[in-house]
Nanobody, 119 residues
Framework: QVQLVESGGGLVQAGGSLRLGCAASGRAFAEYTMYWFRQAPGKEREFVARFSWTSIIDYGDSVKGRFTISRDNSKKTVYLEMNSLKPEDTAVYYC?????????????WGQGTQVTVSS
């Protein structure tokens, strides 16, 4: 099992940047695919980024070219660098983990961190 705790959310102006972190505890972080999802009020949860344990990286269409996912297995942490932020990026951002290489329903979730982008 793995426990996930996100950090780094906050309020930023449009065009600005934020870096989210997700610290994991438990066994074998390097064996998990790590995800970022987000959910805005009244909207469905949206896939943001994935960094598999096989080092495959992909992004949701709405964040490609602006967001970067990275991971440090020695620190058991995954990061999301968010640049050129837009008001429509406002959401609760969730870190997630799963043993499978790819899934839209990861098994483990953090509690979420709020990101608010003002216009």
């Amino acid at each position: 099992q793995v426990q996930l705790v996100e950090s780094g959310g906050g309020l930023v102006q449009a065009g600005g940047s934020l870096r989210l972190g997700c610290a994991a505890s438990g066994r074998a972080f390097a064996e998990y695919t790590m995800y970022w999802f987000r959910q805005a009020p009244g909207k469905e949860r949206e896939f943001v980024a994935r960094f598999s344990w096989t080092s495959i990286i992909d992004y949701g269409d709405s964040v490609k070219g602006r967001f970067t996912i990275s991971r440090d297995n020695s620190k058991k942490t995954v990061y999301l660098e968010m640049n050129s932020l837009k008001p429509e990026d406002t959401a609760v951002y969730y870190c997630a983990a799963d043993e499978r290489i790819a899934t839209m329903t990861p098994r483990y979730w953090g509690q979420g961190t709020q990101v608010t982008v003002s216009s």
